[in-house]
Every structure is written in C-alpha cells, then in structure tokens.
C-alpha cells in the first residue's frame, strides 16, 4: 500500500478507469489512490487487487432509495464554485431518464456520499475524465471547496500528449509544473510532422478507423470496454448484433433498479436505443462526397452524442438540429450545408430530426461517418465546428473555421469565435470567410504553446494504454501536478 504521507488522489473509477487508475497507483510511490465506482463488480475487482473503494455510486443510490433520505438540496453557491450556470441535474447524461422525484432522490445519494468522502479524508486531488455526469459536477465542486486540484483530462490534437484542465470548460490545458526547457524543439518537431501528415490526409487520431493500426475483430467491443483498444466501431451485422444485446442489457438494468443495478447502466436506455438505430440507417440517407471544390460549400462536423463537449463547451448551441437549421436559414443564396457524421457514430443522421430538417432544406447534404471527412473539407469553402477535432483538421487544411464551443483553437487564426445565431447568421454571409488561408507557422507556434501546457502520454483506450511507457507517463503526470501548488482560481 502506498504511504500515506503522499498526495491522496480521488478517483471517479467507472468503465475501463477501474482498471488504469488502479495500474497508475501501482507506479505511483507514495501516492493514495481513493476510488469511487459505479458498481459492485468494479469495486470487487479493485479491492481484490488491494486498492481501495470509498464510494459505490451502485450501493449509495441503492440503500438511499431504499431508506428515503439523502434529498439534493443544490449548495446555494454551487454555480458559482463550478462556473457552471447550468443545473448539475438537467446536465446529467442518465438522470433526466427517471421521474423528476427519484433524480432528486439519487442526487442527493450522490452528493452527500461524495460529501462524506471528503469529511473522512484528506483529498489531494481529483482525477477523472470530463464526462457529463452529475457526480463528475459534484466531485468538482467539492474539490473547490476543499481545496484539491482538479485534473480532468484531455487528449491535444497531436498524437501521444494529453492535459489538464482545471475547469467545467476542458479544453484549455492548464499545466502548474513547468515545461522542460529541452522538450520544446522535440514537440515542436512532433507537431510540424503531425500537422503535415493531416494536411496530406496520413495521420489522425487512434479512433479513426482510417488511422487505427491492428485487427479489429468482430468482438472488438469487449476489448475497447476494458481500454485495451481504441473506441472504433465496425459497421456490419455484427455490430448490429451487439448493440442489440447492450440495449437488452440496460433494459434489465432498468428493470433490476435500484436493487440489481447501478443509476448509470440503468439510465443509459434511450442512449443505446438511440446507437442501435443509428447502426440501422439505411445508405440512401447520404449524398456522395464531392470531388471538386465549391467556393459556396459549408461544412458541419456532426458531434458525438451523448458527449461532454456539447455540455460543457456549447450549452447555448446543444442541440445540434437547431444548430443546423440556424445555419441552413442563413446561408447565402446558391449555398449549401454539408453535415458530416462522427467516424464512429455513423448512422446519426437517420434519426427523424434529421430526415425532416433534410426533406425541409433543399441545401441539406449528409454525409456518412465513414466517408472521408477531409476530403470533403478540401473541396469546401468554410467549417462550422462545436469543439471537433475536425475542425482543427480544417485550419490545417486552410479554410476558415466559425467556432461556436469553448474550444482551445476557438481564437487561433483562421477561426472566429461565435456567441451567438445572429452572429453565425451574420458570419456565414461574410464573404471573406469562404476564402482559404495559410497559417501553417502561425498555427504551428500555436500548438507548440498549447503542447508546453500538456504532458507527454494518452489516457483514452487504445493498444498500449497498459504499456509500462505510457502508465509511468500518465503517473509522473499526476505527480508533477501533485507537487506543484494548487491554483487559487
């Protein structure tokens, strides 16, 4: 067991995190890794590893349910601690599902068994992905209050380097260790490589099926799931089949709750009902990419959904349909709006919202996710982007990008920031913005100056995750963030 002399980490340890935080505190001397889990199997498998559980987020909703207790009051000054106006509740990817009085039960379950972790220890630091959920909200604002570091990650753009942020709004890294002085030149390296490979279509992120090195079986999900591979879905029967058995197995979850399963899996129905449809979305829906270039062509990366990104970075622009639509009313005459689908969420746009803003905008285009999204930003004019990475794809490419989340390139030249549908309306017929530019060594710098901000490593699901490299990587991260002061702000 670590010494408790060191920093003690707060860990959210859902899904495939219940397997790396427990590896990264077997190589972090000194360190006391606390985990709270979503359910009772994740809790045996790390206990029987010797880690230790403080929270079941499955046996907390459970036994308050169970008892009638624990209602959510929202702290008065939770917003403001947060600087995240929004409700922690109406924010949350599952509870919204159940009746408003249970999500008053369950939130309160939730936080007071959050509120109790931090009376019994000292928490150092709290380590989690950004994901939407009314834990992550109160875990975050309990940290503030309690004066812990808050490291919720993210992965750069450019391959092998990830950040933290300090805030609900995730993109900007913030780093309090400093950068080694000899590092820079190397990164600076790496990134004009990287960046040269985007624009010449050679590299891209691991999740893209394009650029994933290795197999990928028809079972693939089962290692993704335990972070062993990158997210990649396969489209196919198979996949199909699948998701057909995770819908039905959320399904009984809903049924089995509270008493059989955890608020998560049992929230998550409409999610995978939804994903099952997508996999079902027959080819006719789309139109071909182009293979010329039109001066009056508008791209729109389509977001994953559900996803933190729309949340956290666009909560004035989260609905997507509504997004577009604004978009499509405001194009200029002889225009066209193409709206491109996530590589791994293809089939998206064969939802009824969809198809009836396509059947209503006769400049609506729809492309697959499968299909070759910088190809189709080549022979367009100009980007509209939330937060996609494919947006940073189009900077590099040259076109102009209207950005309307809280993204790190939001400011980076060729993009324009967008607060708001009449400011899109008004962008979108600016004529100078359907005109291609070269940043290359402007963006470049700007990348280098984000990248002295991040750490060298990857904690998202991919082939070496697990590798000793990356793990000591992952915990010399945390432990430069550790030892360095907590920020006041």
């Not at 007071?112 to 950004?130: Q, T």
């Not at 950005?403 to 400011?423: H, K, L």
């Given at each position: 067991m670590a010494d408790a002399a060191g920093p003690t980490i707060l860990c959210l340890s859902r899904s495939y995190l219940s397997r790396l935080l427990p590896a990264m505190e077997a190589r972090h001397d000194g360190a006391r890794y606390l985990h709270v889990v979503q359910n009772e199997r994740e809790r045996a498998y790390i206990e029987g590893i010797g880690g230790r559980v403080v929270m079941s987020i499955e046996s907390v909703v459970r036994d308050a349910l169970r008892d009638d207790r624990d209602r959510w009051e929202e702290p008065a000054d939770f917003r403001e601690v947060t600087g995240y106006p929004w409700s922690p509740i109406a924010s949350d990817r599952y509870l919204p599902t159940f009746p408003p009085e249970m999500q008053g039960r369950i939130?309160?379950?939730?936080?007071?068994?959050?509120?109790?972790?931090?009376?019994?220890?000292?928490?150092?630091?709290?380590?989690?992905?950004?994901?939407?959920?009314?834990?992550?909200?109160?875990?975050?604002?309990?940290?503030?209050?309690h004066g812990a570091r808050r490291l919720m990650w993210g992965n750069a753009w450019f391959p092998d380097w990830f950040f933290f942020a300090d805030g609900i709004h995730i993109s900007r890294p913030v780093r309090s260790a400093p950068f080694p002085d000899g590092e820079r030149e190397p990164l600076k390296a790496s990134i004009e490589s990287y960046f040269d490979g985007v624009v010449a279509d050679r590299r891209g992120p691991a999740y893209h099926p394009s650029f994933f090195k290795g197999k990928l079986s028809p079972l693939a999900i089962l290692r993704q799931r335990r972070g062993e591979q990158a997210l990649i879905v396969q489209p196919g029967l198979m996949a199909r089949a699948v998701q057909r058995a995770r819908l039905a197995r959320v399904q009984l979850a809903r049924l089995g709750f509270p008493r059989f399963s955890d608020v998560l899996t049992a929230g998550a129905v409409d999610e995978h009902r939804m994903y099952l449809r997508a996999l079902s979305t027959k080819p006719s829906c789309y139109d071909s990419v182009p293979t010329s270039h039109d001066p009056l062509r508008v791209v729109y990366p389509l977001q994953y959904e559900p996803e933190a990104s729309l949340l956290y970075f666009a909560p004035d622009f989260r609905d997507q349909t509504v997004l577009v639509e604004n978009a499509l009313r405001a194009l200029p005459h002889g225009a066209t709006l193409w709206v491109k689908e996530h590589p791994?969420?293809?089939?998206?746009?064969?939802?009824?919202?969809?198809?009836?803003?396509?059947?209503?905008?006769?400049?609506?285009?729809?492309?697959?996710?499968?299909?070759?999204?910088?190809?189709l930003i080549r022979n367009s004019a100009l980007v509209v982007s939330v937060s996609s990475s494919a947006g940073m794809d189009a900077l590099a490419i040259g076109r102009?990008?209207?950005?309307?989340?809280?993204?790190?390139?939001?400011?980076?030249?060729?993009?324009?920031?967008?607060?708001?549908?009449?400011?899109?309306?008004?962008?979108?017929?600016?004529?100078?913005?359907?005109?291609?530019?070269?940043?290359?060594?402007?963006?470049?710098d700007a990348l280098v100056e984000q990248g002295t901000r991040c750490y060298p490593g990857d904690p998202q699901p991919r082939s070496d995750l697990f590798s000793p490299e990356n793990l000591n990587r992952l915990v010399a991260a945390v432990a430069a963030e550790c030892a360095a002061p907590v920020p006041t702000s």
């Open positions: 939130a309160g379950a939730l936080y007071h068994g959050l509120a109790r972790v931090f009376a019994e220890h000292r928490i150092d630091a709290f380590l989690s992905e950004p994901v939407a959920l009314f834990v992550t909200h109160c875990a975050f604002y309990l940290s503030r209050k791994n969420q293809f089939g998206a746009l064969g939802a009824k919202p969809w198809q009836l803003l396509k059947r209503k905008y006769g400049a609506l285009r729809f492309v697959h996710g499968r299909q070759s999204g910088r190809d102009q990008v209207l950005v309307v989340g809280e993204v790190y390139y939001r400011d980076w030249p060729g993009a324009t920031a967008i607060r708001s549908y009449a400011e899109l309306a008004e962008a979108l017929n600016y004529p100078a913005y359907y005109r291609p530019v070269e940043n290359r060594e402007s963006l470049i």
